[in-house]
């Protein structure tokens, strides 16, 4: 009679943990859903060719009206934010995803002049410029 000695190896992902994962998910729902709109809108940061910072946001859905732009120099902030006023009707025939958001950014270097930024909106795109502070410009002087 020989005595097999059998050890227990649990799957890397065994019944209990999947179960944990699908019952988190729909007990918790709410968690779930912040995380996973937490970066709306999508916004793309970036230094064109004359130093100016871009911001770009994909707004689909929404009109000109509904979105606001706030400058704030003595916080060196920008605030974006929406506020879409749907309809009842509107709302059950149009299936395009509008939240309400506000987004702030913060110039903490001081590098950017807030004060000549400009915003323009076009087929769902807005666009925030702000260029670079005069005074951080690169000066060439003459050497003597």
Do not use: C, W
Not at 71 to 84: F, G, H, L, Q, Y
Request: aromatic share 8%; proline share 5%; hydrophobic share 35%.
């Amino acid at each position: 009679m020989s005595t097999a000695l059998t050890t227990f190896r649990p799957g890397l992902l065994g019944r209990n943990v999947i179960d944990e994962i699908v019952d988190s998910f729909f007990v918790d729902f709410p968690r779930h859903l912040k995380q996973s709109t937490r970066g709306y809108p999508v916004a793309d940061i970036y230094r064109d060719d004359n130093g100016s910072t871009v911001m770009e946001f994909a707004l689909a859905g929404f009109g000109k009206d509904d979105l606001s732009v706030d400058i704030r120099p003595d916080k060196r902030s920008i605030t974006v934010s929406a506020n879409s006023s749907v309809d009842e009707d509107t709302q059950n025939s149009r299936r395009i995803a509008r939240r309400n958001f506000t987004k702030t950014y913060v110039n903490y270097d001081n590098n950017l002049d807030l004060s000549e930024a400009h915003a323009s909106f076009e087929n769902g795109l807005l666009t925030v410029t702000v260029p670079p502070r005069t005074e951080l410009q690169p000066v060439r002087i003459a050497i003597s």
